[in-house]
């Protein structure tokens, strides 16, 4: 149904290398002034935030600076989750502007037998709601708390439409309408992949109430349209140590100006509600977007980025997605932190890991499981341990 939806939609799309464009990168290393950035105090002191303006005003949006509280209820308690591994709590989170309230719920799981203090990983779960006793009964690939938990890391997840529902018409449900107090977004105001990264750091924010997590070690996590939200989401929060972005694809890990598989115009028409309006207007003019996406990856730096693609799935292109991570190495370098430099793609279902950056490709198609995990726990295991 993918494909048949794919092929009847209106827009043609290319899986044909020979018909990528040529194409040239905007250099994170240079200022729109021109100036040459050559320090690490000047890229972040200088360009980052400049390159963060440019993202906020061309893609995801800029978040309101309306000030706000967050609090925290726990509404109920596992403490013997499997077996006495860990602990699991339900938490709402309640945003208060004035007397108005929002409300979204999560979970988080602590591994009990773990002496000092644990790292952890919030997943950005873009396709359903884990509540508590489902995810000590029902083992899912797509969210494997249990291995986390025996690796050592606490486990934190929401649903993104319970932060701002995945629906072009769902503003009004959403705490972009809350923050707005009910006015309709103002066209460089944050979209959803924003506030869903938004959501992650108030997940982090109650992390950080948690004596026994690590804050300096947490990690965001999301698959797809999640992908996307977890590096903005490290972007705009410098708390998150790493940034995984599984099977991301456009808007994500994956290099606009290659318009392989899904385009700029293809993802701003089905998913209108995602970018500001402003980044629909480079549909089919990608080689004149001021930034790429290889950008985004470098926001992260100095803290880590890992990366992750299927070989099935086209419509992310995977290529894209590597070459965005490569591209992004002259600013790690820069900050003083290695990052992988080769050009040429890991072999099929391997990893590679250089300094604070990782990426692997997977068979099989779009997704994230068991074997994506197990190479992602991986490179936690390096970069935080
Ligand atoms: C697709 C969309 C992608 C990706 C994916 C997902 O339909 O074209 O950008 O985000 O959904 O989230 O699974």
């Given at each position: 149904p993918e494909l048949v939806k794919k092929l009847s939609a209106k827009r043609p799309f290319n899986y044909d290398e020979a018909k990528v464009p040529d194409y040239e990168l905007p250099d994170p290393l240079r200022m729109t002034d021109g100036t040459k950035v050559s320090s690490a105090s000047?890229?972040?002191?200088?360009?980052?935030?400049?390159?963060?303006?440019?993202?906020?005003?061309?893609?995801?949006?800029?978040?309101?600076?309306?000030?706000?509280q967050v609090s925290f209820e726990t509404t109920e308690t596992i403490e013997d989750a499997f077996d006495g591994l860990a602990t699991g709590r339900s938490v709402k989170a309640t945003v208060t502007i004035d007397q108005r309230t929002f409300s979204?719920?999560?979970?988080?799981?602590?591994?009990?037998?773990?002496?000092?203090?644990?790292?952890?990983?919030?997943?950005?779960?873009?396709?359903?709601?884990?509540?508590?006793?489902?995810?000590?009964?029902?083992?899912?690939?797509?969210?494997?708390?249990?291995?986390?938990?025996?690796?050592?890391?606490?486990a934190a997840t929401f649903y993104t439409s319970?932060?701002?529902?995945?629906?072009?018409?769902?503003?009004?449900?959403?705490?972009?309408?809350?923050?707005?107090?009910?006015?309709?977004?103002?066209?460089?105001?944050?979209?959803?992949?924003?506030?869903?990264?938004?959501?992650?750091?108030?997940?982090?924010?109650?992390?950080?109430?948690?004596?026994?997590?690590?804050?300096?070690?947490?990690?965001?996590?999301?698959?797809?349209?999640?992908?996307?939200?977890?590096?903005?989401?490290?972007?705009?929060?410098?708390?998150?140590?790493?940034?995984?972005?599984?099977?991301?694809?456009?808007?994500?890990?994956?290099?606009s100006r290659r318009a392989y598989g899904e385009t700029v115009a293809r993802i701003t028409s089905s998913f209108p509600h995602w970018f500001t309006p402003q980044f629909a207007e480079y549909a089919d003019r990608e080689d004149e977007l001021p930034i790429d996406q290889h950008e985004a990856i470098a926001l992260v730096a100095p803290r880590a980025v890992y990366v992750a693609s299927s070989d099935e799935d086209l419509w992310a292109d995977p290529r894209g997605e590597y070459a965005s991570l490569v591209a992004a190495a002259?600013?790690?370098?820069?900050?003083?932190?290695?990052?992988?430099?080769?050009?040429?793609?890991?072999?099929?279902?391997?990893?590679?890991?250089?300094?604070?950056?990782?990426?692997?490709?997977?068979?099989?198609?779009?997704?994230?499981?068991q074997v994506d995990w197990d190479f992602f726990i991986a490179f936690m295991d390096t970069v935080l341990k």
């Open positions: 000047q890229w972040m002191t200088k360009r980052r935030p400049e390159l963060l303006e440019q993202f906020r005003e061309l893609v995801y949006g800029r978040r309101p600076d309306t000030a706000y979204f719920p999560f979970v988080v799981f602590t591994p009990n037998r773990v002496a000092g203090k644990t790292p952890a990983v919030v997943a950005i779960n873009n396709r359903y709601f884990i509540p508590l006793e489902k995810a000590v009964s029902e083992p899912d690939p797509f969210w494997p708390v249990k291995t986390m938990l025996e690796r050592g890391y606490a319970h932060v701002d529902p995945d629906n072009k018409n769902g503003y009004d449900d959403g705490i972009r309408a809350f923050f707005a107090d009910g006015k309709p977004p103002a066209d460089d105001a944050w979209r959803s992949l924003s506030a869903w990264g938004w959501g992650a750091s108030r997940v982090l924010d109650f992390l950080s109430t948690v004596s026994q997590i690590e804050i300096n070690r947490v990690a965001v996590v999301g698959h797809s349209r999640g992908g996307k939200a977890a590096i903005w989401a490290a972007a705009e929060d410098e708390r998150f140590a790493i940034a995984y972005s599984n099977n991301s694809g456009c808007g994500g890990a994956a290099l002259p600013v790690f370098e820069l900050v003083g932190i290695k990052s992988i430099t080769e050009e040429t793609m890991p072999p099929l279902n391997s990893q590679r890991i250089v300094g604070q950056t990782g990426y692997h490709i997977r068979s099989g198609g779009h997704g994230l499981g």
